[in-house]
T-cell receptor, first 113, second 113 residues
């Protein structure tokens, strides 16, 4: 079953613009993580936000978490062509689930010159 | 450090054939994972190993077996391949099994005819 669902499924922007993608999930979580996947490559971890955190920054990335709405957003500021990739959220359940992350279906971001 | 490595990169099998996908990590991580990625489905966990000597089923274990050979290596075996197992397979590792950041290999593309 898919815990996280990203929105939109695809996003196309111009270089220099900001890109926002959203993730919704269904059950209580311990943390939520965002990963990037370049075409034909493995996933790369971007940022982890814990359930008691509301916002986190890392370079041009800003992640927010609203546990009351069971949603998170990833903002990439001043986007570059190199940001073109698929972005996945992954949730770590609070109750049970052990060490298992559940990944969403991803947002495909295309940044055009 | 090579990180997480996977072999082979590509493989074509006929229905009913068997094969083993190899994964190794050089980061001294305790936990290792096998996922499959299908279009529109995100990543789904097949099996994981919280620590050397232990393995557990994930979301989609049917048709697969795993072996945690030692702390570094975690292999995935398809005993009798089926077309439904056509997918991209990713191995990942994490320091511990506490829902932390996972580090992914480059993937193995498998086509079952």
């Amino acid at each position: 079953s898919q815990q996280g669902e990203e929105d939109p499924q695809a996003l196309s922007i111009q270089e220099g613009e900001n890109a926002t993608m959203n993730c919704s999930y269904k059950t209580s979580i311990n943390n939520l993580q965002w990963y990037r996947q370049n075409s034909g490559r493995g996933l790369v971890h971007l940022i982890l936000i814990r359930s008691n955190e509301r916002e986190k920054h890392s370079g041009r990335l800003r992640v927010t978490l609203d546990t009351s709405k069971k949603s998170s957003s990833l903002l990439i500021t001043a986007s570059r062509a190199a940001d073109t990739a698929s972005y996945f959220c992954a949730t770590a359940p609070r109750e049970g689930g052990g060490n298992k992350l559940t990944f969403g279906t991803g947002t495909q971001l295309k940044v055009e010159l | 450090n090579a990180g997480v490595t996977q072999t082979p990169k590509f493989q074509v099998l006929k229905t009913g054939q068997s094969m083993t996908l190899q994964c190794a990590q050089d980061m001294n991580h305790n936990s290792m994972y096998w996922y499959r990625q299908d279009p529109g489905m995100g990543l789904r966990l097949i099996y994981y190993s919280a620590s050397e000597g232990t393995t557990d089923k994930g979301e989609v274990p049917n048709g697969y077996n795993v072996s945690r050979l030692n702390k570094r290596e975690f292999s995935l075996r398809l005993e009798s391949a089926a077309p439904s197992q056509t997918s991209v397979y990713f191995c990942a590792s994490s320091v511990t099994s506490r829902q932390e950041t996972q580090y992914f290999g480059p993937g193995t593309r498998l086509l079952v005819l």
